[in-house]
Structures are given as structure tokens and as C-alpha cells.
């Protein structure tokens, strides 16, 4: 299929726009991390300047904590002694010695 006087000129009328636009779609990926980034920055500034909730204090002291948190805390303290235990099951190391060491001293030098 050839290519007619009349199709080179609307396509060369429309190549400027073909450059714009797709000049377009290659910065979108940058403009939405630049807008990410501005957003996170937002975000952690406004955390570091607000007063954060204290947690809520029974009557002796203690911090209350969901179920939620109670349920982690106790699986940690459950693997934690799971590997203090297999730990303790090794059988200890055998130190071997020389019997004679420290009986004889070598003053010839």
C-alpha cells in the first residue's frame, strides 16, 4: 500500500501532536511519584508534629492492650521459650584437657 501526497500531509500536521502526547505518557510516571512523595512528606510531617493518643491506663498502671496485641505478644513469648528449650536440650560439649598442662615449665627458652 503506497503512501499518498495527501496522507503525508495529515500525518506530518499530526506529528506534533503524536510528540506531545506521548512526551505526555512518558512523564506521567514521574508526576505521580513527585505527587507520592510530596503526599508521604505531608503525611510524616504531620505525624511528627501532632500529639500522638496515649494508650489507655488501667487502675494500677498497666496499659491496656487489644486481644489482638495480647494474642502477638503471647506467640513471641511462645517461640522465644520454644528456643530458649531447644537450646537447652543440646547435650553439653565435652572439654578434653592435657593432664599434664601446667605441671611442667620449660626454662630452656
Known sequence: MAIQPLDL???????????????????VHAQ???QQAGELVKRTD?????VNQASEVD????????????RRRERRKEKRRQTE?????LTPLEVVQDP?????IDISG
Open 100 to 104: 599434664a598442662l601446667g605441671k611442667k
Open 9 to 27: 500531509q495529515v500525518l506530518f500536521s499530526r506529528l506534533e501532536q503524536v510528540g506531545k502526547e506521548q512526551s505526555a505518557a512518558k512523564e
Open 46 to 50: 504531620q505525624q511528627d508534629h501532632s
Open 59 to 70: 487502675q494500677k498502671g498497666i496499659a491496656r492492650l487489644d486481644p489482638e496485641e495480647k
Open 85 to 89: 528449650g531447644e537450646g537447652q536440650n
Open 32 to 34: 505521580q511519584q513527585l
